[in-house]
């Protein structure tokens, strides 16, 4: 009787009709359980944006290093590196290097 009541209204006759079920079960099958679902495509997709900041990032790196490489053509400019970066010297000639207050690590700045 219950059953019946229901059969006459509208939006049961359209829940239940097959097409409509088996859509249903479908959708709720790719959005949450198949391989390739919408979770893991937008993890994915993700993922490819944090690629793609990286790349560019990259990108902009080796652009500067490319920079820094032409730039070291130049004996002048290479010894003018090594004395910076590497404390090298030449002979018979000290190197003194002087360090301000507010360039020291301190145990408050770690």
């Given amino acids: 009787m219950i059953f019946k009541k229901l059969r006459s209204k509208k939006w049961f006759s359209i829940a239940t009709n097959m097409y409509v079920l088996v859509l249903t079960v479908f959708v709720i099958w790719m959005i949450f359980f198949d391989t390739n679902s919408l979770f893991i495509h937008n993890e994915l997709q993700n993922q490819i944006e ?8 990259l990108k902009d790196e080796i652009a500067k290093d490319k920079k820094i490489i032409e730039k070291l053509k130049d004996p002048k400019e290479l010894e003018k590196f090594a004395r910076e970066h590497y404390y090298l010297k030449k002979k018979n000639e000290e190197i003194y290097l002087i360090e301000y207050q507010d360039s020291l690590k301190t145990k408050e700045d770690e």
């Fill in 50 to 57: 944090g690629l793609e900041k990286q790349k560019e990032y």
